[in-house]
C-alpha cells in the first residue's frame, strides 16, 4: 500500500503515547516478534500488531484506526512475554481503540466490530452486580450489537441453542451451571458493592 505522505499525521504517536498504555509506543524497533508469536495470526492471517505499530509510528492515523484487525487482539500477553524491549503490545493497541472510540463518539468514525459494545455491557454489569453476570450481560450487549430489543433477543437465543448450551452443560453459565436450576439466571451481587462504584468512579475519573 503506497503510503500518501502528504495524508500523514504528525502528531498521532503523542496522540497514543499521551494515552494510557500507550507510553511504549516508541520503544518498538519493528522485529516482529509480537506478530511471529501471536496465536491469532493463525486464524487471522491479516492481523500483524507490528504492522499497526508501525503505520501509528508513521503517522497513518485513518488507516489505523479504521484497520478492523484493530479489534481482534485476544490480550492473551504472549507478544510481551517475548517482546525484546518489554512493549506491552496489548495495551498499545488498547491505547489505539480509545482514541477509535472517542473518534466514533465524534461522528468522525463508524467502528464495524461490536468489541466496544461487549467491552462495554461487561463493565457495566461488573460495576452493577460487583460480578459477571452471564444473562445481564447478554440482554445488555445483544440487543446494542443487533439495533433492537427483539432483534437483540432473537440473536442471543440462536447463540444460546449452541454456544450457549455447550457452556451451561458445564456449568460455566444459567440456566444449567451451578447447583440451581436458577443459578446465573437471577442476579447475585457481591457484599460491599459501593466499593466497586468507587473503583469504577476512580478510574473514570469521576
Known amino acids: 500500500m503506497p503510503i500518501k505522505t502528504w495524508e500523514l499525521d504528525s502528531n498521532f504517536k503523542n496522540e497514543i503515547l499521551n494515552e494510557a498504555g500507550g507510553e511504549h509506543l516508541t520503544a518498538c524497533y519493528q522485529c516482529s516478534t509480537c506478530t511471529l508469536g501471536c ?11 507490528r504492522k499497526i505499530i508501525q503505520m501509528s509510528l508513521l503517522g497513518m492515523r485513518n488507516e489505523v484506526l479504521s484497520n478492523p484487525d484493530l479489534w481482534i487482539c485476544a490480550i492473551c500477553q504472549t507478544c510481551t512475554a517475548r517482546c525484546p524491549q518489554d512493549v506491552v503490545v496489548g495495551d498499545v493497541l488498547a491505547a489505539i481503540r480509545r482514541i477509535a472510540e472517542k473518534e466514533e463518539e465524534a461522528g468522525n468514525l463508524k467502528i464495524e466490530s461490536p468489541r466496544p459494545l461487549f467491552e462495554k455491557a461487561f463493565l457495566h454489569t461488573v460495576e452493577k452486580y460487583g460480578r459477571l453476570y452471564d444473562i445481564g450481560l447478554a440482554l ?49 451481587k457481591i457484599k460491599k458493592t459501593d466499593v466497586m462504584k468507587k473503583i469504577f468512579e476512580k478510574v473514570e475519573g469521576k
Open 39 to 49: 496465536p491469532i495470526t493463525e486464524i487471522v492471517p491479516s492481523y500483524n500488531p
Open 140 to 188: 445488555e450487549y445483544y440487543p446494542k450489537r443487533e439495533g433492537g430489543t427483539v432483534s437483540g433477543i432473537k440473536a442471543m437465543m440462536n447463540d444460546y441453542k449452541d454456544f450457549g448450551m455447550r457452556m451451561a452443560f458445564r456449568g460455566k453459565m444459567g440456566p444449567l451451571g451451578g447447583h440451581g436450576l436458577l443459578k446465573g439466571v437471577l442476579p447475585s
